[in-house]
């Protein structure tokens, strides 16, 4: 069984996302990053950076329990456990992992910051908030360009790659772009989105969505907290 800490982010959803693709039996211990949980001392046992998701895998190898944060690392894992969505021929494996990391370093930030200014920061920053949007449509021209000629990130194969980006795109309607400008985007995006493993994924934790605006509290766990500045999500 693996334990999966997270919370309804793009980054925790990644790898809810792969536990569905791969079938493996997971039980959900949601994180409320509104409320602090990230930062309580039980889950900074876990990942000392204070931020979702979290797996502890307790059928690891030679049966020992793993513990794994950072959601590029989880997939990775998991990937390598499942021998699953990780094309095996080099090229095409490298492709995957150079994609992967692009998402993690490059998209999945940027984006992030694109949400923050445009959406949630409590005092306007106009040259942020247009800084980030540029930079959002930069990074979805470049994942519009790669698409343009192939079905999925690392060629022909759905992978790892693809999971770490579906969930970031999935909330462009605050990252300052218009998803119709980027054609091959959104027919990538709309094939994974009727795959079954993404419509049990959107399961989980559905009855945790937030449906009215970040209260002042929550604000100030998320984004004013000067002793733990983070979101909250890696």
Request: hydrophobic share 40%; with cysteine; proline share 6%.
């Amino acid at each position: 069984m693996i334990d999966l800490y997270t919370w309804l982010t793009p980054n925790g959803r990644k790898v809810s996302l792969m536990l569905e693709e791969c079938g493996l039996p997971y039980r959900v211990i949601p994180i409320d990053i509104g409320a602090g949980d990230q930062h309580k001392q039980e889950f900074r046992s876990i990942n000392p950076n204070g931020k979702i998701p979290a797996i502890v895998d307790h059928d690891g190898a030679m049966g020992t329990s793993v513990t794994i944060f950072e959601s590029g690392a989880i997939l990775l894992y998991l990937a390598q456990k499942t021998r699953r969505l990780l094309p095996p021929e080099p090229q095409a494996q490298w492709s995957a992992m150079s994609w992967l990391f692009f998402q993690t370093s490059s998209f999945g930030p940027a984006l992030g910051q694109a949400q923050h200014f445009l959406h949630y920061a409590p005092a306007s920053d106009a040259y942020a908030a247009e800084r980030f949007r540029q930079e959002a449509k930069r990074l979805y021209s470049v994942l519009n360009g790669r698409l343009a000629a192939r079905p999925f990130l690392a060629g022909d194969e759905y992978s790892i790659a693809d999971i770490a980006t579906w969930p970031w795109v999935k909330a462009w309607k605050i990252q300052g772009v218009a998803l119709d400008d980027y054609p091959s985007v959104q027919r990538w995006f709309s094939e994974i989105a009727a795959r079954p493993a993404v419509f049990r994924e959107s399961r989980v934790l559905a009855d945790r969505r937030r449906t009215a605006p970040l209260s002042d509290s929550q604000r100030a766990v998320l984004f004013r907290d000067t002793t733990h500045s983070s979101g909250g999500a890696t």
